[in-house]
């Protein structure tokens, strides 16, 4: 059984900075693409991050490249995701998922990941 444990959101101020975690257990993060996507009530799911299974290329979305960073620590089977200058745009309900599509090299980034975490939430203030 796979589960995905996010946490680490929380409220900052606009400018702040806050670092997600996801645990995993019953998958391991090495060999398979991570995922980071938010939500915003009453839109689409978008995504923010990915990092490739392959060879760990990462993939960002322009609204956070520059500011976000993705990685993953295989030992511990733990991937974060570290926001830094949140903007109050960034608030939303934010998650990881594995076992997806990232293929930066090629371009190719999907929003279909057989795994999902709840999600933490983010909001950040003015």
């Known amino acids: 059984d796979v589960q995905l444990q996010a946490s680490g959101g929380g409220l900052v101020q606009s400018g702040g900075s806050l670092r997600l975690s996801c645990a995993a257990s019953?998958?391991?993060?090495?060999?398979?693409?991570i995922g980071w996507f938010r939500q915003i009530p009453g839109k689409a799911r978008e995504i923010v991050s990915c990092?490739?299974?392959?060879?760990?290329?990462?993939y960002y979305a322009e609204s956070v490249k520059g500011r976000f960073t993705v990685s993953r620590d295989n030992a511990k089977n733990t991937a974060f995701l570290e926001m830094t200058n949140l903007k109050p745009e960034d608030s939303a309900l934010y998650y990881c998922?594995?076992?997806?599509?990232?293929?930066?090299?090629?371009?190719?980034?999907?929003?279909?990941?057989?795994?999902w975490g709840r999600g933490t939430l983010v909001t950040v203030s003015s």
């Open positions: 998922a594995v076992d997806g599509v990232c293929l930066p090299r090629f371009s190719i980034v999907g929003p279909q990941y057989d795994y």
């Open positions: 019953g998958i391991t993060f090495d060999g398979n693409a």
């Open positions: 990092m490739s299974g392959y060879d760990d290329t990462t």
